[in-house]
């Protein structure tokens, strides 16, 4: 929240305390007892909206960064171990489409990371015959395209 913002909701909670404080004044006006209802409730409903979204935005936040960081070193150990059959097999082209490293996915932004997981988990499912169940299995590669669609991208 800005100051701005800040400073509003303080003049809306000010309001609502003088409208409730004085209700004894206005309580035969029954247009402005019904405009204060109205006031006192907006605010009452944005405060709540406002702590709501607030909590929520940084429990977002914390669960993105695990998630990000669980999907890039998934991705990087499946790399690395694709790399290592790839190596053996003298397939440079496709052992070079593949980073075994952690920081290569989580140092970048999320859009960037999503596109360089994505990008290798393509590599590893399209040649997943070449490169063995020994070294990667259909199932890890389905953990890791829940963990990349499901925690990251979405």
Not at 48 to 74: I, M, P, Q, R, Y
Not at 107 to 114: I, R, Y
Request: hydrophobic share 45%; charged share 15%; with cysteine.
């Amino acid at each position: 929240m800005n100051n701005k913002e800040q400073a509003k909701l303080k003049m809306l909670g000010g309001l609502c305390t003088y409208l409730a404080d004085n209700a004894t004044i206005y309580e035969n006006d029954i247009p402005f007892q019904t405009i204060a209802a109205k006031v006192i409730a907006d605010t009452d409903t944005a405060i709540a909206a406002s702590t709501a979204a607030e909590a929520n935005n940084t429990g977002f936040s914390a669960d993105k960064v695990a998630a990000k960081d669980a999907a890039s070193l998934l991705g990087a150990q499946l790399c690395a171990r694709s790399q290592v059959i790839l190596d053996i097999l003298g397939n440079k082209t496709l052992s070079q489409a593949l980073n075994g490293s952690f920081t290569f996915y989580y140092g970048a932004s999320d859009a960037l990371c999503a596109s360089r997981l994505m990008s290798v988990y393509d590599v590893m499912d399209t040649n997943q015959a070449l490169i063995t169940t020994q070294y990667l299995t259909g199932a890890q590669l389905a953990t890791f395209l829940t963990r990349m669609v499901v925690e990251i991208i979405n």
